[in-house]
């Protein structure tokens, strides 16, 4: 039992003294912050005689004055009963049977309280590396508490008095802006590996720093991510990649061993330099990627992950041009390889893949200036994500900036001006056409020049 893991296997940490319950007057959370739905749903199961929680990241952000993501409620009525309770009511989840209150396109969870278990019995079964593999039974508030991760994940606030009632500590951690595990951290980064990638994105996002035996933990057990499924990591590498805080998240990732575990040949590729030069491609994506967030415009998956797997794509095809193989090729079987062994790791959607291998097939199409190529270039339903790949490349030495500029002038101008510039330029006295010459990571001032890589 997880309870009795916390108190004698943990010395470091405070014990549970039991609950402490922060009242209206003591804390900052105020019903107008929450939302309608939500509050519709805690009234309505209190009504109907159950005890109702707001729980999670809703209560820890609503304490930070931020505004959640979603709210999480926790009751001890069971799913059956909530869907009794409650027309608007689905019941979803294999694994722990959880409901959804829809309204309109608000979604409302509603958890039964989980209860302690027995290790070993058939609800809920640990695997060899001690990862909970099933977990499928009802319980108390004072049981539910044990199976939270972090302690101010594990902050229930009472719709019954709006007091805080808190059993592991959370409220101070909270003030001390740390992130702790709720009892012995090896174990509970073995059950659960995952708890290592929610640990990173908090800190980050909260601004926390993580309990120091917290982070001996994750530099412990790091490699125990890999035994996570592939959807599951593609899941949550979304929410780190996604979340308008992508370049410390990545570096933070990469401090406890875990990058390598989500992108291993990304990994591999930044501890190679390109002739002398360190590979910042990703490091600039992640960055525009943030700042567009921050301004409030759209991320795409499939141009991040098209940026993570840029330079491993280009070592192996580099390999295979110098053994021989036709650039195109040598392009393509790249692709190829690189995507068949990352979605091991991070089972990546087709539409995904199909997305990432669209913006990588145009970037040698750039290439091309003159005649009628740019114009149907410029339809093409990639065009866009391409050309931002193409300004990424040409920021970070892997393109011509000059061609990169014609692009983005070309976009501009008007029919006539695309005309003019679409035009094949005077050869030289000799006949001879501007010679090609490869680029790479050096950009030396050759405006004439049109090739990119
Ligand atoms: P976010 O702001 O990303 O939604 P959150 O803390 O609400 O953060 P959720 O994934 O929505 O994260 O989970 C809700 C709550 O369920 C968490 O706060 C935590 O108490 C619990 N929880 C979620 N995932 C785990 C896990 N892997 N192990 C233990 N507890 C978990
Ligand atoms: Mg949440």
Redesign the pocket.
């Known amino acids: 039992m997880i309870a009795s893991v916390i108190n004698e296997a943990q010395p470091a940490q405070p014990a549970a003294t039991g609950v402490r319950v922060y009242a209206r007057s003591e804390h900052n959370i105020s019903r107008a912050q929450i939302s309608e739905n939500a509050l519709k749903v805690l009234y309505k199961l209190q009504k109907e005689g159950y005890d109702a929680y707001l729980?999670?990241?809703?209560v820890?952000?609503l304490l930070l004055g931020r505004e959640?993501?979603?709210f999480?409620v926790v009751t001890n009525a069971d799913p059956e009963q909530i869907r009794k309770v409650f027309r608007n009511c689905r019941l979803i989840g294999r694994r722990f049977r959880l409901a959804h209150v829809h309204f309109g396109r608000e979604v409302i969870e509603v958890a039964t309280f989980r209860g302690a278990g027995e290790a070993q019995n058939d609800q809920q079964m640990l695997n060899k590396e001690g990862r909970l593999l099933r977990d499928n039974v009802y319980g108390t508030i004072e049981e539910d508490v044990w199976?939270?991760?972090?302690t101010v994940?594990?902050l229930y606030y009472n719709i019954k008095d709006f007091s805080v009632v808190d059993y592991v500590g959370g409220m101070a951690d909270h003030q001390a802006a740390t992130l702790r595990l709720i009892g012995d951290p090896v174990t509970?980064f073995r059950?659960?590996p995952?708890?290592m990638l929610?640990a990173v994105?908090?800190a980050v996002?909260l601004g926390f720093k993580l309990h120091p035996n917290c982070e001996a933990a994750m530099h412990e057990v790091s490699e125990l991510l890999s035994s996570i499924p592939s959807a599951r990591l593609y899941d949550e590498s979304l929410?780190l990649f996604l979340s308008g805080y992508s370049l410390q998240t990545f570096e933070m990732l990469r401090h406890y061993g875990l990058f390598q575990v989500l992108f291993p040949a990304t990994e591999n590729s930044l501890a190679i330099e390109d002739n002398g030069f360190p590979r910042l491609l990703l490091i600039k994506a992640l960055e525009n990627s943030d700042q567009r967030i921050a301004e409030g415009k759209t991320v795409t998956a499939y141009f991040l992950f098209a940026a993570f797997l840029w330079e491993p794509v280009q070592m192996r095809a580099q390999e295979k041009i110098a053994r021989g193989m036709i650039e195109f090729m040598a392009y393509q079987d790249a692709a190829n390889e690189v995507i068949a062994s990352q979605v091991r790791s991070t089972a990546l959607p087709r539409h995904i893949t199909l997305a990432m291998r669209e913006v990588w097939s145009l970037q040698p199409k750039f290439n091309a200036r003159y005649g009628s190529k740019p114009s149907r270039l410029i339809s093409h339903p990639r065009f866009r994500a391409g050309y931002d790949f193409l300004v990424l490349r040409a920021e970070t030495g892997g393109a011509d900036p000059e061609l990169a500029k014609w692009w983005g002038k070309y976009q501009l101008a008007d029919e006539n001006e695309q005309r003019k510039m679409t035009q094949p330029p005077r050869k030289a006295a000799g006949g001879k056409p501007t010679r090609k010459r490869t680029y790479r990571n050096k950009p030396k001032s050759n405006p004439a020049s049109d090739t990119a890589d």
């Open positions: 729980v999670g990241g809703c820890r952000d959640p993501k979603d999480d199976r939270r991760d972090f994940n594990a509970r059950e659960d995952v708890r929610r994105r908090f996002k929410k």
